[in-house]
């Protein structure tokens, strides 16, 4: 079983809609979550990081925790053509030594 | 500004070869990683290194080494390659063990 579940999409959206991209996990243990955004043919790069539970907000952007379901969320309000790209969640080891990333949903926002 | 590059960005080689991928990032960042990004695998950790001289193996290090002599760089090498070994490779570094991990533009190898 992968440490990190993804639906890889892919996901095509109109310009305006809300996006809801989500990830499963396995290991309930202490989590610190990460949401990367990837574009084609780039590094990912970090869009948000969480702690616990519970929602963290950031412009457009906000990602959410639910322990208790082992589930990770990141919705994006508003969506633009810009925001087309790979989203990958990641899940640190309890130690911090290792990410354990998703294998990404490919998103496109229709103009 | 502060940066991770890697180089070559594309590299088609020989089965049996010996290949060599550079990674600098000039952040002195101690942290440092090595993944390879397949469809239907996402990001995988080959190696990682917290420290000069240290060096530790990820979730799919055969085949692939790593030295660590200097902050800076961690080279990554594939001592004979292998068509499975057709991938794109990704470099990241990061300040702390938890903290945000700062990725490199990626170089992709092509394995025939």
């Known amino acids: 079983q992968k440490e990190v579940e993804q639906d890889p999409g892919p996901l095509s959206v109109p310009e305006g809609a809300i996006v809801s991209l989500n990830c499963t996990y396995s290991?309930?243990?202490?989590?610190?979550f990460m949401w990367y955004r990837q574009y084609s043919r780039k590094g990912p790069e970090l869009l948000m990081y969480?702690?616990?539970?519970g929602n963290k907000e950031d412009g457009r952007f906000t990602a959410q925790v639910d322990k208790s379901s082992k589930y990770i969320s990141l919705f994006i309000r508003d969506s633009q053509p810009s925001d087309s790209a790979t989203y990958l969640c990641?899940?640190?080891?309890?130690?911090?030594?290792?990410?354990?990333f998703g294998t990404g949903t490919s998103l496109t926002v229709i103009p | 500004d502060a940066e991770i590059t890697q180089s070559p960005r594309h590299k088609i080689t020989e089965t049996g070869r010996q290949v060599t991928l550079a990674c600098h990032q000039t952040?002195?960042?101690?942290?440092m990683f090595w993944y390879r990004q397949d469809l239907g695998h996402g990001l995988r950790l080959i190696h990682y290194?917290?420290?000069?001289?240290?060096?530790n193996k990820g979730e799919v290090s055969d085949g692939y080494s790593v030295s660590r002599s200097n902050t800076e760089d961690l080279p990554l090498t594939l001592e004979s390659a292998a068509s499975s070994q057709t991938s794109v490779y990704f470099c990241?570094?990061?300040?702390?063990?938890?903290?945000?991990?700062?990725f490199g533009p990626g170089t992709r190898l092509t394995v025939l």
């Open positions: 290991n309930s243990a202490f989590q610190y």
């Open positions: 990641a899940r640190v080891s309890n130690t911090g030594n290792q990410f354990y």
């Open positions: 952040w002195n960042h101690n942290n």
């Open positions: 969480t702690y616990s539970s």
């Open positions: 990241a570094s990061s300040e702390s063990r938890r903290d945000t991990q700062y």
């Open positions: 290194s917290y420290g000069v001289h240290d060096t």
